[in-house]
């Protein structure tokens, strides 16, 4: 088999390989500065708990509505952002910090919706909605995803200089006046609209993976929050190419090949990245000075 | 019209019987497609509970410890057998249920299917045998069979319930004879999301192609769908149907991508709810054929 042939033919040949592909892409345009921010709060675990605090919200709305695309979208973006909302003012008022009132406001929406689901007695294959597959992405998907990506790319514009001051000084922007909450609350629905559109594609556990692993591996190369960026867009861009194409030519499922092979990425970052990777640490290089 | 005065003669029927709610039997079944065929059988002589409820899947079915009490109440069991509900024997020994557990299926000709599996091809038993009219006939008498030993003292309505639902069955099988052979022989050809239909293809002369295996449990890959496509085009397959319990998303993007449109829904391992098209045994056939047949006729 050619270069052609492993590469280019497959998404030639077959018009739900391009859907996938351009599904991969667009959500790692977005879901890539989405991690970068996560990263830099120290709120890398937050994407996974949102994830699951979306389920319950999509399960909902595929029992009220059956396989819409809005349904469940609506249903997952309004059950994110109680939660996101809820934990926020929650860890805003009281002494408890943020995480942990997270961790109790998404606990409880995932026993909601799991509650719900086996309440309502019929065993349809909810995994296959709820786990997604980016196989079976359609046109409404697509714009869903692509709507939602440029708004975070736009809102992230709008937003970039207060929201790093707010990622490495909260205290400096509520002195200056800037509204750090107001910030804080903008990102988060960020957060949850990213989750959404990746759940329409990959399923709601591989968007995470797609936010996460690239914004950690981009962690090793690069320092500027602009190039954090791009390095994770790129490794995300891979990730969905290869992952594509593996499940193409071995047969794999497709959303676990995207998230491994962003994965390996990762790994491979670990140890050779430029920025505190392994070698860098264990074997530096002699600095010469000219 | 006809069904109305048909529950009403039935329910005038139940009010006339002369059994005490108490004397019921009480009776689980596996599926709603058994679950079905045993209260047909039973009629008033029995409370029929369901496992597996409509459009439920018995493949990936996990019961609950509310299934383990049911089970545990029971007078009598009734399985399909072949490998469908590989979770029974698990919760019968759970609940700690000892009474008989009736495989529906027994003396059935079984098919076996090659599945592959990354790359490795297993052979296992085709558990969808009921597919198969003439099957449900030998499903008929081993129900018919078990509640006798059950119940001895009701052993003439059994038979007498069982011998009028053997009839209609074989009606109904001459009824799909007839209406598949006006199909030109080179057009019986479908596809569809789950592979349930072996029995039924080898009964009445469809060839049933499929994007997943045998069990609903794998994912299906960028390379299967490829390979399905390309058949679409190759064969010039216009029939192509969703299956009540396997994503038809998936199948949605296949005929978007190669032009065809959809058949509608086929019920082949569950029922449909009570008002859906496909509420019992029967309706199933009567559902599906119309249907095949619609799709294998725009076949090239």
């Known amino acids: 088999m050619d270069v052609y042939g492993l590469l280019i033919e497959p998404f030639l040949a077959y018009s739900f390989m391009r859907r996938a592909l351009v599904a991969c892409l667009a959500l790692s345009l977005g879901c890539g500065p989405i991690g970068i921010f996560l990263v830099l709060r120290r709120m890398s675990l937050m994407g996974d708990a949102m994830s699951h605090a979306i389920l319950p919200g999509a399960a909902v709305g595929f029992l009220v509505a059956g396989f819409s695309l809005w349904a469940m979208g609506a249903g997952g973006l309004i059950a994110g952002l109680a939660v996101a909302v809820l934990a926020g003012a929650v860890s805003r008022a009281t002494t408890l910090k ?74 400096f922007l509520r002195a200056a006046g800037g509204g750090g909450s107001a910030f804080h609350i903008a990102f988060l629905i960020l957060v949850v609209l990213n989750l959404v559109s990746g759940f329409q594609a990959l399923g709601t556990l591989m968007a995470v993976g797609l936010m ?39 047969n794999l499922p497709s959303g676990p090949a995207i998230v491994l092979i962003a994965g390996l990425q990762y790994l491979l970052s670990v140890v050779l990245g430029s920025r505190g990777g392994l070698m860098k640490q264990y074997f530096p290089q002699p600095h010469y000075h000219t | 019209m006809t069904r109305l005065l048909a529950a009403f003669s039935l329910a005038l029927a139940l009010l006339a019987s002369p059994l005490s709610a108490a004397e019921k039997l009480k009776i689980v079944a596996s599926f709603s497609v058994l679950g079905d065929m045993v209260k047909q059988i039973a009629g008033s ?65 079984t098919r076996t299917m090659v599945e592959e599996e990354e790359g490795n091809n297993q052979t296992v038993t085709d558990p969808h045998a009921w597919q198969d009219l003439e099957n449900g006939l030998i499903y008929v008498n081993n129900i018919v069979a078990a509640l006798t030993k059950a119940d001895p003292a009701d052993e003439a309505d059994y038979k007498f319930a069982g011998d009028a ?71 010039g397959i216009k029939a192509l149907f969703i299956e009540n319990v396997a994503d038809p998303r998936m199948i949605e993007m296949i005929g978007k991508e190669t032009g065809v449109k959809l058949g509608g829904a086929l019920y082949s391992d569950a029922l449909s709810p009570p008002d859906g098209p496909a509420p019992h045994y029967v309706d199933m056939f009567k559902n599906n054929v119309p249907k095949l047949i619609a799709g294998m006729m725009d076949n090239e």
């Open chain 1, 98 to 171: 943020e995480d942990a009132s997270l961790a109790g406001f998404y606990l409880i929406s995932l026993a909601i919706g799991v509650l719900i689901v086996s309440k309502k007695g019929s065993n349809v294959d909810l995994l296959h909605v709820l786990f997604g597959t980016i196989l079976a992405v359609d046109n409404a998907s697509l714009i869903l995803v692509a709507s939602i990506t440029s708004l975070t790319l736009i809102v992230l514009a709008l937003i970039y200089r207060p929201l790093i001051v707010e990622c490495f000084d909260p205290g």
């Open chain 1, 212 to 250: 996460m692993l690239p914004a950690a591996a981009a962690r090793l190369w690069a320092s500027e929050v602009w190039s954090l960026s791009l390095v994770a867009i790129a490794i995300g861009f891979i990730s969905g190419i290869a992952g594509l194409l593996a499940s193409y030519h071995f």
């Open chain 2, 45 to 109: 002589h029995a409370d029929v509970t369901t496992l597996v409820g409509p459009n439920g899947d018995a493949h990936t079915f996990e019961p609950s410890p509310s299934d383990a009490k049911t089970i545990a109440d029971a007078d009598l069991v009734f399985i399909n057998g072949l490998g469908l509900e590989r979770w029974m024997q698990g919760l019968a020994k759970s609940a700690g249920y000892k009474g008989p557990l009736t495989i529906a299926s027994e003396g059935v000709k």
């Open chain 2, 165 to 235: 639902f053997a009839a209609t069955l074989k009606a109904l099988d001459a009824n799909v004879r007839e209406q598949i052979s006006t199909v030109p022989r080179a057009k019986r050809r479908v596809i569809t999301s789950h592979d349930a239909f072996g029995y039924f293809g080898a009964a009445y002369g469809v060839k049933f192609l499929a994007p997943e295996g045998l069990s609903t449990e794998s994912e299906a890959s960028a390379g299967d769908i490829a390979k399905l496509i390309a058949q679409i085009k190759r064969e």
